[in-house]
């Protein structure tokens, strides 16, 4: 079964409107959950990341995310999108049932019309 | 240093030959992770080492993969017989726990003619 699941493989908005890039994770142990982003050709920054402090997470850039334990949801989001933003973004899980080894999703690829 | 070095950062090489690729971990960070990246696909888990030791090597595809971290710092991965297939970013990662954040090297291209 798909540990960690993006379900969104390309979202395209437009500059100055929300982004919403949706993560959704498998494990019946407490995880640590993180966003990495990716630009073209360059190597993969931390985002932000959830290790059971506050459920809304703020990072880098405006981003900003809440870990729903109910939902075993971690969906990243940004107010308004920058042209800057455009790149691919990883969810990625930490659980002691994958034996703390960093599980990652397939990847968003973000595109922001200007 | 200041941050994971991965070195070469470009290697090609020729189908069949033996490659090394050496990973230098942030001061102080225990584990250790390699990850490979073919074009357009996430990462994909190789081997994690805890310390000296390889915790997980479940991600290590056929017994070509190598990996070895003798003094719990530096890790080497290596690849016999190369195939045209094995061409990708090889990443690496460290960090000190679970519960922090992982830092990413700028990856090895290797490419396999």
């Known amino acids: 079964a798909q540990s960690v699941t993006q379900l969104d493989s390309h979202v395209s908005v437009s500059e100055g409107t929300p982004v919403l890039l949706r993560c959704n994770y498998s494990?019946?142990?407490?995880?640590?959950l993180f966003w990495y982003v990716q630009h073209p050709n360059k190597g993969l920054q931390l985002l932000l990341k959830?290790?059971?402090?506050?459920?809304l997470v703020k990072g880098i850039n405006g981003f900003e995310a809440e870990f729903k334990k109910s939902e075993t949801s971690f969906h990243l989001t940004k107010p308004s999108a920058h042209m800057s933003d455009a790149a691919e973004y990883f969810c990625?899980?930490?659980?002691?049932?994958?034996?703390?080894?960093?599980?990652f999703g397939a990847g968003t690829i973000l595109r922001v019309k200007s | 240093g200041a941050g994971v070095s991965q070195t070469p950062s470009n290697k090609v090489t020729e189908k069949g030959k033996y490659v090394e690729l050496r990973c230098d971990p942030i001061?102080?960070?225990?584990?250790l992770y390699w990850y490979r990246q073919s074009l357009g696909q996430g990462p994909e888990f190789l081997i994690y080492?805890?310390?000296?030791?390889?915790?997980?090597d479940s991600g290590l595809p056929n017994d070509r993969f190598f990996a070895v971290r003798p003094e719990g710092s530096v890790s080497t991965l290596k690849i016999q017989r190369t195939e045209r297939g094995d061409s990708a970013v090889y990443l690496c990662?460290?960090?000190?726990?679970?519960?922090?954040?992982?830092?990413f090297g700028q990856g090895t291209r290797l490419t396999v003619v």
């Open positions: 990662a460290s960090r000190t726990d679970r519960n922090t954040e992982a830092f």
């Open positions: 959830y290790t059971s402090a506050a459920t």
């Open positions: 494990s019946s142990y407490s995880p640590s």
């Open positions: 001061s102080g960070h225990t584990a």
């Open positions: 080492f805890q310390g000296t030791g390889a915790a997980d």
């Open positions: 990625v899980v930490s659980t002691m049932e994958y034996g703390n080894k960093l599980v």
